[in-house]
């Protein structure tokens, strides 16, 4: 190969690297339009000083998926999802996951049992 054909080849290289990545690119936005297929939904709640940081939220959540509720709390109660009949036990400076299917629709909260203090709701359709 003579040096003038180097600069045409790399050129060739970079224009094939560019396309591959921009139809990667593209395919990936297409195939995945919300949550990482396969892994719950995260949801996040602090409870602290007699209220949940950040107030109680509603979530959306797509009927058929699967959802992992993580509550942090500073005083340990019981943390029960109504409509899923669900419960974890929460310590004192601890954190504890509800782990579920939303497979029935509706709107269903989560709360410290005890204190029946609403953490969070969960809006399944």
Known sequence: MHRSGLPAVLTALVA???LTLALVSGCAHA???GPHPGLPQRVD???ARGTVQGGVGRVPVSLGSSVALVV???V???VHLHGYDRKADV???GTTTIAFVADHAGVFEAE???RGAQL???EVR
């Open 16 to 18: 094939g690297a560019v």
């Open 31 to 33: 195939a995945a339009p």
């Open 45 to 47: 709640v602090h409870y």
């Open 72 to 74: 942090s709390s500073d």
């Open 76 to 78: 340990a109660d019981e």
């Open 91 to 93: 310590p004192a400076g």
């Open 112 to 114: 410290l049992e005890s």
């Open 120 to 122: 969070v709701q969960f």
